[in-house]
């Protein structure tokens, strides 16, 4: 039995997504340089820290993709044909699909999610509001192919992939992504997608180093989940928080810095780390809109329209599936 297979061979009765997470983090801090996966962020605690985030005046990417959406809303909703069915990759707060769901013709909502107990909640929410919209939740991983609903077989898709979550993926995971999007929903679809803007530093540095530190708690959360959830030991305040941005790469990167040299683990493995050594736990890229024409029209779709904010800080772009 290697190592790995001991430390999850010890743990008491793993559920199959802690045991998965402990693997994954494992892997990751076994690395050099060390790293944690994004997805990891979000348990509950973490969400609401993302949620404190988008209310954050430093953070201007949900502020400004709304203004976008309620903006250009006419432009939008010429875009969706009549009688669609709305398919929204990942599923967050419903603030974004619910603009689109108000001012387009969509006949169907499909929130696809890999926690089917979100995904749920969030339906009746919507049921409640919407009550002639029929919604069907999918539970699955988005970034894997999945069968959209049987009662949207005959309708024209439109698949929504708001909040930047494409700059999560690293741009050859987005070509993938968007090629298994176009593949999910079928010929003739249609795709509305919010990316970050290149832009001057000063204003990526303070989004991701906002002042109240809340964005250091979100980052930190992956260290509070693998006490919890793996019985790990690290210490929170010998880790501190730091985000950058690496230009060359178009990229904010997300770093969790050991303030000295320490030994924590969880699940029977240990991790050595020197001073200042950093565990790398996010990367956000930003494109400029060719940037992100470039990479659609590589990816099986053709750029119809690419709307902004005054500001240029964000952008929505209205894709149609090619071929
Ligand atoms: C949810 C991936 C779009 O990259 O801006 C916010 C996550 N990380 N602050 C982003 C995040 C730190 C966010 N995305």
């Known amino acids: 039995m290697n190592v790995h297979a001991a430390a999850l061979a010890n743990a008491h009765l793993p559920d199959k997504q802690t045991s998965a997470f402990a693997r994954e983090a494992i892997d990751d801090l076994s690395?050099?340089?060390k790293r944690l996966s994004p997805k990891y962020f979000y348990d509950a605690a973490g969400s609401e820290l993302f949620e404190a985030i988008t209310r954050l005046p430093e953070y201007y990417p949900t502020r400004a993709e709304l203004a976008i959406l309620k903006e250009k809303?006419?432009?939008i909703a010429a875009f969706v044909p009549k009688g669609a069915a709305l398919v929204e990759f990942g599923a967050?707060?419903?603030?974004k699909a619910r603009l689109l769901l108000k001012r387009c013709a969509v006949v169907a909502y499909v929130p696809v999610d890999i926690s089917g107990e979100f995904v749920r909640a969030q339906a009746d929410g919507l049921r409640m509001d919407f009550p002639s919209l029929a919604v069907h939740p999918v539970a699955a991983d988005f970034t894997a192919p999945f069968r959209l609903p049987e009662a949207s077989a005959e309708m024209p898709k439109v698949?929504?992939?708001p909040g930047s979550t494409i700059g999560n993926f690293e741009p050859h995971e987005a070509c993938r992504f968007l090629r298994s999007a176009a593949q999910i929903l079928g010929s003739g679809a249609r795709m509305i997608i919010g990316v970050d803007l290149e832009?001057?530093?000063?204003v990526l540095h303070d989004a991701y180093n906002d002042s109240a530190g809340v964005t250091a708690r979100f980052n930190l959360n992956v260290l509070v989940r693998i006490n919890r959830e793996l019985g790990g030991n690290f210490d929170l305040s010998a880790f501190i928080h730091r985000a950058i941005y690496n230009r060359e790469r178009h990229r904010i990167e997300m770093h969790l810095i050991s303030r000295k040299t320490q030994v924590a683990g969880f699940l029977g493995t240990?991790?050595?780390?020197?001073s200042s050594e950093t565990i790398h736990t996010e990367n956000s890229?930003?494109?400029s809109i060719a940037r992100f024409a470039a990479l659609a029209h590589g990816s099986g779709w053709k750029v119809c329209e690419s709307w902004t904010d005054d500001a240029k800080l964000f952008s929505?772009?209205?894709l149609v599936a090619e071929g």
């Open 31 to 33: 690395r050099e340089p």
């Open 73 to 75: 809303a006419r432009d």
């Open 92 to 95: 967050g707060s419903t603030t």
């Open 159 to 161: 698949g929504f992939f």
């Open 199 to 202: 832009k001057g530093e000063r």
């Open 270 to 274: 240990s991790f050595s780390f020197r």
């Open 285 to 287: 890229y930003k494109y």
């Open 316 to 318: 929505v772009h209205a």
